[in-house]
Structure formats: structure tokens, C-alpha cells
């Protein structure tokens, strides 16, 4: 073997290994993004259903929640939508199953 192809040889061998290091650290960022992005997926759908109407209750002005508890025959957002098994409670609440 020249020494021209030994080089070429040991060049190969270090951009395999090169590439074996970056797919292991790639495939390491890969788990890390899919960590986040199903947290943050989890996140969303969970903040979406509490904010839909707590939220809005909270900043508008009375009127508007007043509407609402009207639709809903006086129950919160949380009475209304889990009843007995709701685990949070807004006021104002007719909900006297507690
Ligand atoms: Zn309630």
C-alpha cells in the first residue's frame, strides 16, 4: 500500500467516524426535539380547554360570563363540561353536588 492510499485509506476512516459521531449526537438532538415537541403538544391541548372560557371569563367584563353561566343553567365551565368529576370550579357556580 503507498502512502498516498494509506491517507486516502485513514481520511475515509476518519469521515466515517466523523459521521458516526454526528448521527449519534444528531440521533440524540432528534429524541431531545421529540421530548419537547411532545411536551409542548401536551401543553397546548391541555392550556387550550382550560383557557377557552377561563380565560375569557376572567378579562371580560361581567356581561359576557353572565352569558355564559345562563347557557350553561348557571355551571361554571368546569361543572358544565366534567359535571361531578370536574376537579376545578369558576365562579360564578350554581354546581351544588360538592
Ligand atoms: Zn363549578
Redesign the pocket.
Known amino acids: 500500500m503507498t502512502n498516498a492510499e494509506r491517507i486516502a485509506q485513514l481520511e475515509k476512516e476518519l469521515a466515517d467516524a466523523k459521521a458516526a459521531l454526528e448521527l449519534e449526537a444528531m440521533q440524540k438532538q432528534i429524541a431531545t426535539l421529540t421530548a419537547t415537541v411532545e411536551r409542548l403538544v401536551t401543553d397546548r391541548g391541555r392550556g387550550y380547554n382550560t383557557n377557552k372560557y377561563g380565560r375569557n371569563g376572567r378579562h371580560r367584563s361581567n356581561s359576557r360570563s353572565r352569558t355564559r353561566v345562563n347557557e350553561n343553567k348557571g ?6 363540561t366534567f359535571g361531578e368529576k ?1 376537579r ?4 360564578p ?3 351544588s353536588g360538592n
Open positions: 355551571l361554571c365551565y368546569y361543572h358544565d370536574a376545578k370550579c369558576h365562579q357556580c350554581n354546581y
